[in-house]
């Protein structure tokens, strides 16, 4: 089970933060356990890993199946919250290098996350010539960069396969009732799951928008959802046992203390992508009202070599998170060269874990040394019940903290505003006027 190791950042708090947070922690987790705080409508996420739809979540077994069946590739259009996780989880799992691998699993592909049509052409380009599925996903069912994409897919899948064997290949992941994908997935039959109106966005990985395409990745989702489950029982108890409080307290006690990034790193570069979707979760939810940690994040050991330096002796106003996994199976061996023309014949015989271990240790001491707080979270092997304790984990830490920081965790006004001003310089109908503004400030 997860462990918080925050031993090599209390050090740097003036005043222990158990006492301190104690008050504001057990408010926090009164209102996200019973609602009451601030956004108390977006709680559906708390106990999902026990309360999850099973007649949606064979559904989606199914569907993945068939996908696996009759697709080499899917293509996952979403952003945002609506691609991160999913992406964090295949990667993290399945490798960044999934697409290149041997399998018998179909290639997944994320397009609809950005505007580019580079991007767009390339995946297009893809799948113009295999057989694959469209899983497109938009709690909202309105978001422009998605809804552009689905355009070039669908009209792609139609000219391969017809109308009717289109909206056979077609998933739509989007709310119960409301928006224009869902209106568009009744009129055309598409297969639907929902997004459900209490879960936010950044909150939604454990829900159909990233099961699905998890699944078609062939990951064991429901060892994801079983390891959820398992923290979210943990995350229950309101002391300082919980690792979330450790994790969230120490950050917030150090945020306090003028640490005003924390970055978060891992020593598996297939955890990259995780780290997005972390930095989706916290930035969005504590960023506000001119407060919150500015969340970063950092491959080690490679960003060592760029990032390294300024960690190291740049400006102090970081602190550093780094998440540890037990050393997978089939460890590489460094092999003995009889010449020893490099002088590594001292590590010959190692696992690259071994080398790893000590890799994050001398940073570590070195981070420490030089001004940085560091947590440890320690997680189990890199399989889909520990990512199911970690994401679970850092969703209530982040609850946690945005309530600790007086925020309300679950809005997101502020991604509002570049919307506005595009669909204006656009010329979207109603937005006339202020696009003519927006223009002559430009
Ligand atoms: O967390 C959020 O709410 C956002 O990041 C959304 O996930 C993102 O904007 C995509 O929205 P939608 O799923 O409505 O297309």
Redesign the pocket.
């Known amino acids: 089970m997860l462990t918080v190791d925050v031993s090599k950042a209390a050090s740097f708090l003036s005043e222990p933060c158990e006492d301190a947070l104690r008050p504001s922690l057990e408010q926090a987790a009164n209102w996200l356990q019973n609602g009451g705080g601030r956004g108390s409508d977006f709680l559906g996420w708390v106990a999902l890993p026990e309360n999850y739809d099973r007649e949606e979540f064979s559904r989606i077994e199914k569907a993945a199946a068939k996908i696996k069946g009759d697709s080499k590739a899917l293509v996952v259009i979403?952003?945002?919250?609506?691609y991160l996780g999913a992406r964090g989880v295949v990667e993290c799992l399945c490798s960044p290098n999934y697409n290149l691998k041997k399998k018998d699993t179909p290639n997944i592909y994320f397009i609809g996350n950005g505007l580019s049509s580079a991007a767009l052409r390339e995946v297009y380009e893809l799948v113009e010539d295999v057989d694959f599925s469209v899983n497109v996903?938009?709690?909202?069912?309105?978001?422009t960069?998605?809804a552009v994409a689905f355009r070039f897919f669908k009209s792609l899948l139609e000219k391969k396969y017809g109308k009717e064997g289109a909206a056979k290949r077609i998933y739509a992941t989007?709310d119960r009732a409301r928006?224009a994908l869902k209106g568009l997935a009744d009129a055309e039959g598409y297969e639907t799951f929902v997004?459900p109106d209490d879960v936010?966005?950044?909150?939604?990985v454990l829900t159909a928008?990233g099961l699905l395409p998890i699944a078609v990745a062939g990951v064991d989702v429901k060892a994801l959802m079983s390891g959820a489950e398992e923290m979210m029982k943990l995350c229950r108890g309101n002391d300082f046992s919980n690792p979330a409080w450790q994790y969230a307290a120490t950050r917030s006690a150090l945020y306090r203390e003028g640490k005003k990034v924390e970055l978060l790193a891992c020593f598996e570069p297939s955890f990259r992508f995780m780290a997005e979707w972390w930095k989706?979760l916290y930035g969005?939810s504590e960023g506000k009202e001119n407060k919150g940690l500015f969340p970063a994040s950092v491959d080690f050991t490679a960003d060592l070599h760029s990032m390294g330096q300024y960690i190291q002796q740049g400006e102090r106003m970081l602190l550093e998170t780094v998440v540890r996994f037990e050393p997978d199976d089939n460890q590489m061996c460094v092999p003995r060269d009889e010449a020893d023309g490099d002088g590594l014949n001292f590590l010959a015989g190692k696992t690259l874990h071994e080398i790893n271990t000590q890799a994050m240790d001398g940073t570590l001491l070195a981070h420490v040394e030089g001004g940085v707080p560091n947590m440890i979270v320690r997680a189990g092997k890199r399989d889909a019940r520990t990512l199911g304790e970690l994401i679970y984990f850092f969703e209530y830490a982040c609850g946690l903290s945005g309530y600790v920081l007086g925020v309300n965790p679950f809005d997101?006004p502020g991604?509002e505003a570049y919307k506005k001003n595009m669909f204006a310089l656009l010329g979207k109908p109603g937005y006339e006027a202020m696009g003519d503004e927006l223009r002559a400030r430009l």
């Open positions: 979403g952003i945002g919250g609506s996903i938009s709690k909202s069912g309105t978001t960069e998605p989007t928006g997004v936010g966005g950044r909150f939604s928008v989706q969005e997101q991604v």
